[in-house]
Structure formats: C-alpha cells, structure tokens
C-alpha cells in the first residue's frame, strides 16, 4: 500500500506541517469537546433540571423547548464555524502539497 | 444480459406482490386504491428508470462500489440524507412527538449532533485513507487480512441488525399503509432494493438516496406549511393552541394519573411541552446518545458514501449539506409531531399504531379532506409511498456496505489475496449482494411479529463500540496497531450484544408472568361485579355500556391468559436469566469505553513497529490527501 515516492517521516516533521498539525488538533478536539457537552445537557437537564426547562419564556415555549431547538442551531454554527476553518487548513496543506517532492529529496 | 427485460420482470413481480386478493387496511378505503396504485407506480417508475441509466454507467468495480468517485459534495449530501433519514426517524419520530410531546422532540436531536463527530475527526481522513470499505482504511497501517477480516465481520453484523430492523419495519408498514400481505411487503422491498444494487450498484443507490430525501423532505415542507398556515405562522400562537388542545390535555391527563386531579387544563397541555412524559431514566437517555454520537461515524453504509466523492474539500461539502438537510427535517418534525396531535389527535393515531407510526400518514389524509376525500387520500398514497421509498433507500445502502465488505475485503482482499481481474471484483460484488439481499428478505419474513425495535439501537451501539475506535485510533494514534484493532472489534461488538442480552430489552418469562397475572387477578372480580350489576340494570342504554366492558374485560383476561400459555413452563430469559442482571437497555455507556480500553491495551502489548513506521506516511496523507486513492476512472 505505501508509496515510496514521498519522505513521508521528511513532510511530517517539516515546521509547515507540524504548524498545521498544531493547529487543526487544538481547534478540532476543543469544538468536538464543545458539542459533546453541549448535546449532553440537553437529556441532563431535561432529568435533573427540571424546573428550569419548565420555565416559560415566550407564551407556551418553555426554556427547555427553546433549549433543544438550540442543539440544532448549534450543530448549524458547529459546522459553519468548521467550514470557515478549514478553508485556512486547506491553503496550509495546498503549500505543503506543491512542494511536497522537493522536501526531503 | 438484456437489461429491460429484466427491470420488466422486476417490475411485474412487484406488482404481483400487489396483486387484488390482498386485504386493505383501514387506512386507505378500497375506492381509493387506485391513488395508492399510482402513486407507488410513478414513484417506483423513476427509480427504475435511473436504474436502467445508471446500470449503463457502472463498467468497473470502482463505479460500482463508489459511484466512480463522481458524485459531488451537494448530490453527496442528499444522499447521505436519504441514506439516514430511515422510516424510524420519518414516522416513528413524528409519532413519538404526537403521543409524548417534548420527549420525543429531545429524542431526535443526538441524530443530528452524531454528524459533528463525522464532520469533525472521521469524514475527510476517511476520504483520503479510504477507498471503498473501512476494511481499506484499517489495512493501510495494519495486517491486511486479518483487519479485513474481522472489520468485514463487524460490518456484516452492524448491517444486518440495522438492516432486520428495517425489513421488519417496512413489511409491517406497508403492510398497514397499502394492506398486501406482510410476507409480500417484505419480498417486495427486497426485489426493488436489489434491482438497484445488483444492476445500478452505488450510482443507482446515490440516486435513489438523492431521490427519497428530496420527496421526504418535500412531502415534509408541504405538510408543516399547510399545518402552521391554519395557525397564522406564529411561534407562541402556534404553541398556545397546542397547550389549549383538548385532545392533548386528555392524552396527558392519562399519561400522567393521579396527578391529573390537581391540574387544570393548561396546566395539563403545558405538560407536553416539558420533559419526562416517555423517558424516565437518563442514564439510559445519555447511554443511547454515546452509541448515536460516535455510532454514526462507525457506521458502514454512512462512510461508505465519503468514497464516492472526489477530495476531502468535497466530502466536507456532503456532511454540511447533509446536517442542514437532517437538521432541518428533524425540526420539521416537531410541527408534523404536534399538528398530527392536534388534528388527528392522539387516541385515533395509537387506534391506528400503537408506536405512533401513522401519525405523519393520518395528518396528511387529515390535510387533504379526511379518509372520505380524493386529496386527503391522495396525500395519504404520497406519504406512504415516501415512507416505502425510504425503506428500500436504506435497506439498499445497508445492502452495498455489506456486499462490499465481503465480495472487496473478504473474498479479493483475504481470499483471493489482491489477484482478480476488475471484471471478476464486479461479479463478486453483485453475487455478494445478491446472497445478501436473499438473506435480508428471509429473515425479515422469519422475524414477522418479533419486537426489532431495540435493534437500532444495538446496530448504533456496536458501530460505536466497535468500529468507532478501532477507525478513529488508526486514524489518530500512532501506537494502534492489528492487535488492537482485533481486540477492540471483537470485544467492542461482544460487549454490545452481550450487554443487550443480559438487560430489560430481553422478554423474562417470570416478570411476563407476573405481570399478566396482576391483569387476569383483577379482571376476575370485576367481572363478577358487572355480572351482579347487569342483572340488577334495566335501562337497554346502561345494559348495553355493562355488556361491553364485560367484553372488554374478559378480552384483557383472555389476553394475559394467553400469554402466560405462550411461555409454558419457561422460567428464564434466552440466556437463562430470571430478571435483567443491568437496568440499562442501551448499552453504550459501558461498551464504548470498553471497546477503546481493548484498542489502547491490546496495541500496547502487541506493539508492532511496521504500523509506526507507516504512521507518518498515514498522517500526512489524511491531512493533505497526497497521494488519494483515485477512485475517478472517467
């Protein structure tokens, strides 16, 4: 399966990757820690905070209701964010990518 | 092969299976049948025809296990929509928010948030490690056979709980929607789906995906506009007539008891706004959302569809627009979920369905003009045959992720170690699919009246637990390696089903007994009291009330006596259990760290310097995607 025209270990430890490496790990992992939590406050404080997703807040709708139509509008801005992001990691990958063959030859 | 001849025959054995002795349900009355005829005719037509269009498309393996890599980040999007929206989340989601309110809204939003994990760590390595199978992405580090192997083992078994689920799911739907034979539902779905897969393979199977998710969420918009039309549009109007409703007041008032007494109206309509009038216990409720979290990004037929993209830019693409259009649909159904209640109301939809499935069905028949009116059933033809598109738009990617993992990993990749022909590759992979299809169809008729519900959910489990970790520590850990990934497949998977069999899922003849009994002990005297009060009653008014609730009565009794009679002198459940040993029935919070801890320890004391030395190639390619698999050969 490997390819043996590229210096794979030369590109890895090359400062432009190991700069996009950095980066794209600090920012993936804390938005994935971000989601994670805030979709699990949705089933618990629907169990343990009740009283507080009782509260209504706008005629009818109650915080809870406006609290789970929030998880989507986060999701939405989770992968808006995202998408943003990705565009500076790809011009980041396109540079290593265009020279690619010339490091570590 | 003559192509045509074949789709015609498909064709007809189809409508065989439609043939006139069937007995209609209630649903559609018999004058109307014709709609239902239509509609399904019309719908099943254009697939067929983008069958036939795409079967000319598919000349190597490459098109038919990834559409060629041609498919584009938008179309790509649709699909995975279409390829996950199952008739679970279309009817059962809109049901569960019509009899249970909030708790079924709070239900649907993990199957959203489980695409951010796609989004963020597993869709674009996936797509510049892979080429058609996870099988390709774990060997690429790993030892090829026995990774393939035991991930195509995996997939088989993620893919055929999902997939009894759904064959399940949609003989007894179609069987209540258009009233053919439950048998003939089944078969019926299994020939459709197969024509697509065997002949059109994955471009077919795209398209169908694009083609379900469109009309889904059509039939959805169309249904949630002329609902909120009726009520001006308006978001706390719209919430206040759903709180005055007296259907739903009576619906929670029964939900709730005793503590009924003490609440006024309002108060009781308030209280299907507000959480725990279905789920009561949150351990659970955070167990299911682990396994649909990180599930969904194990699952097979989900990242197979990242292999039909060009680059990672474009796979990216096809997660966004597929949480817009998830997204979107799951917010739609808090309005299909409450106007069905308030229109339909909630007694007449449990009379229909006791699960609450016909609660999108009966509001568009509703819509239309009622059960009397050409529009109304109509509509009703629409959304049933939207649900059945649905049905075998998943079975058919549940069907090409299995065939691939046998006929790609097992019998090239293990068997025939690399060495066949592509045209060799493609016949592999259409028999494979065929003997999956054939499998699919026999134990969906076997499993008639078996409760597959919890199979959803057990399919997400084991993808989580298994898959999951095994995909994501390749991808990210530099010491994972065979041992591992062997480890935390098996025991990830056996940590699942195991848990599953030893929880409250299972049936315990004991407690079944007990239970039933509760039932026959309290009819017995009440009976003998109606009995008493019927010869004492004069009014034919009065009298004819006590006679039937005698009926009803000695129907319960009959009712709990027959299914003590249907245990026999079982004590135990399958495993030889008497009561569940864990109160969970999800079992993810337990299996998923299980099936990591197995990769860490098992990598750890395997240690194999190959996979190490092949990590900086496998890094750097997954966040540059140098050197990609070209699945384009056009």
């Known amino acids: 399966m490997a390819t043996q025209s590229f210096s794979w270990s030369k590109i890895e430890s090359d400062p432009r990757f190991q700069a996009l490496h950095r980066k794209k790990t600090v920012f993936l992992w804390s938005l994935m820690a971000f989601s994670v939590i805030y979709y699990f406050a949705l089933p618990v404080g629907a169990a343990y905070f009740t009283e507080l997703f009782t509260v209504k807040l706008w005629g009818a709708i109650n915080f809870g209701l406006l609290f789970a139509l929030s998880e989507f509008l986060v999701a939405w801005g989770i992968a808006y964010v995202y998408a943003k992001k990705a565009s500076e990691f790809d011009a980041m990958a396109d540079v290593i990518v265009k020279d690619a063959r010339n490091i570590g030859t | ?69 041609g498919v584009t980040g938008i179309q790509n999007g649709w699909a995975i929509a279409g390829d996950y929206l199952s008739a679970a989340s279309f009817l059962g989601i809109a049901g569960l928010i019509s009899l249970f309110g909030y708790d079924g809204f709070m239900y649907s939003v993990g199957w959203l948030v489980a695409y951010i994990t796609v989004l963020l760590v597993i869709a ?73 897969v065997v002949f059109g393979g994955m471009v077919a199977t795209t398209w169908v995906q694009i083609i379900k998710a469109v009309l889904l969420v059509a039939a959805s918009l169309v249904m949630v506009f002329v609902v909120w039309f009726q009520y001006g549009f308006g978001g706390p109007e719209y919430f206040a007539k759903v709180i005055g409703d007296p259907k739903i007041q009576a619906r929670v008032a029964m939900l709730v008891g005793d503590a009924a007494k003490n609440m006024t109206p309002q108060q009781l309509g308030q209280r299907f706004l507000e959480p725990a009038l279905l789920l009561k216990n949150p351990i659970d409720q955070i167990s299911l959302g682990m396994a649909l979290v990180l599930g969904t990004a194990g699952m097979p037929h989900i990242l197979m569809r990242f292999f039909t993209v060009p680059t990672a830019q474009s796979a990216r693409t096809s997660v966004i627009w597929a949480m817009a259009i998830i997204g979107g649909f799951y917010v739609l159904t808090l309005f299909l979920g409450t106007g069905a209640a308030m229109l339909v109301g909630p007694n007449n939809i449990i009379a229909a ?97 078996q409760n597959v519900a919890h199979l959803v959910a057990l399919a997400f489990a084991v993808a989580a637990s298994a898959n999951f970790p095994v995909v994501l520590l390749t991808l990210y850990w530099k010491r994972c390696n065979t041992g591992g990934v062997v480890a ?77 009679a249907k245990l026999g002198s079982d004590t135990t459940s399958i495993v030889g259990l008497e009561q569940p040993l864990i109160n969970l029935r999800n079992p993810g919070l337990i299996s998923i760290p299980l099936g990591f801890f197995a990769v860490f320890l098992f990598s750890l004391l395997y240690r194999d310097r190959r996979a190490e030395e092949i990590w900086d190639e496998l890094y750097v390619r997954s966040n540059t995607g140098i050197g990609r698999a070209a699945a384009v050969t056009h």
Not at chain 2, 44 to 60: D, E, G, L, P
């Open chain 2, 1 to 69: 092969m003559n192509r045509s001849k074949i789709f015609t025959i498909t064709g007809l054995a189809f409508l065989l299976g439609l043939a006139p002795d069937a007995a209609f349900a209630q649903v559609v009355a018999p004058q109307f049948r014709y709609l239902t005829f239509g509609v399904f005719a019309a719908i099943i037509a254009i697939t067929m025809y983008v069958t036939y269009v795409a079967a000319k498309r598919v000349k190597t393996s490459a098109d038919f296990y990834a559409a060629g890599g």
């Open chain 2, 353 to 449: 369905d006791r699960g609450g499935n016909m609660a999108a069905p009966l509001l568009a028949q509703f819509l239309g003009g009622g059960p009397g009116s050409i529009l109304g059933n109509l509509m009703l033809s629409f959304v049933a045959a939207v649900a059945f598109a649905t049905i075998v738009a998943v079975v058919a990617g549940l069907v090409l992720a299995s065939a691939s993992a046998m006929s790609h990993d097992i019998w090239v990749g293990v068997i025939k170690g690399e060495h066949a022909t592509d045209e060799e590759e493609r016949r592999a992979a259409r028999i494979c699919s065929l003997l999956v299809g054939a499998l699919a169809i026999t134990i969906g008729i076997l499993a008639q009246g």
């Open chain 2, 488 to 564: 935390g497949l098996v025991l990830g998977t056996l940590s699942a089903i195991g848990l599953v069999l030893v929880s409250p899922n299972m049936t315990y003849p004991l407690q079944v007994k007990v239970a039933q009994q509760k039932i026959i002990d309290a009819s017995t005297p009440k009976i003998a009291k109606l009995n008493v009060d019927l010869s004492t009653t004069t009014e034919p008014a009065a009298l004819e009330k006590l006679k039937k609730e005698i009926a009803a009565t000695e129907k319960a009794k009959k009712g709990a006596e027959d299914a003590i």
């Open chain 2, 124 to 196: 674009e390595p996936c797509r510049n490690i892979g080429k058609y199978t996870l099988g390709d992405i774990l060997a690429f580090r790993n030892n090829p056979k026995t990774v393939k192997t035991v991930m195509a083992l995996s997939t088989i078994t993620v893919s055929t709980f999902y997939l009894i689920a759904q064959m399940v799911g949609g003989g007894v739907l179609v069987k209540s929607l258009i009233g053919i034979d439950y048998e003939y539902s089944v078969i019926a779905v299994g020939i459709l789906m197969l024509a697509y």
